[in-house]
């Protein structure tokens, strides 16, 4: 397995919206950095709830890649990721009631696995005012 193969298993079982299998690719101890939280995801449990909580606030939710980079045991990869808001989307802050509206957003992902092709640390990118707008929050 390489390193590029982990990434298009793990946007594969995002369009499936398999949110156990998703998590399954992390370490148990892996960490993701993402910019809508304070502190980072810690943990395969805590990314597993964070994405099955992002499939209930957009059930139609689809990623492509759009471009990669890599290294023997990283990958850099520009994803366009779109879907309705048709759930309540977890924050921080508490829940935003879903508004029924479409978004789509650009981001970046970085990504670093160990020897037995588990991801251990995800650096996630995206414009969060981009996506508030698309909601009409802001």
Avoid at 48 to 69: G, Y
Avoid at 91 to 105: E, F, K, L, V, Y
């Amino acid at each position: 397995m390489t390193p590029q193969e982990v990434v298009r298993k793990a946007m594969e079982t995002f369009n499936q919206h398999d949110a156990e299998t998703y998590a399954s690719l992390y370490a148990a101890n892996a960490v993701a950095h993402d910019p809508q939280y304070f502190e980072p995801l810690r943990g395969r449990e805590s990314i597993r709830k964070d994405i099955e909580d992002f499939f209930l606030a957009f059930p139609d939710v689809q990623a492509k890649i759009i471009s990669t980079i890599h290294s023997a045991d990283s990958v850099a990869f520009e994803v366009e990721v779109s879907g309705t808001h048709k759930g309540p989307l977890v924050t921080p802050n508490g829940s935003i009631p879903a508004t029924n509206r479409p978004m789509t957003m650009l981001g970046g992902r970085f990504i670093r696995v160990d020897s037995q092709w588990a991801i251990t640390e995800c650096n996630r990118y995206f414009d969060m005012a981009v996506i508030a707008q698309q909601l009409g929050l802001s």
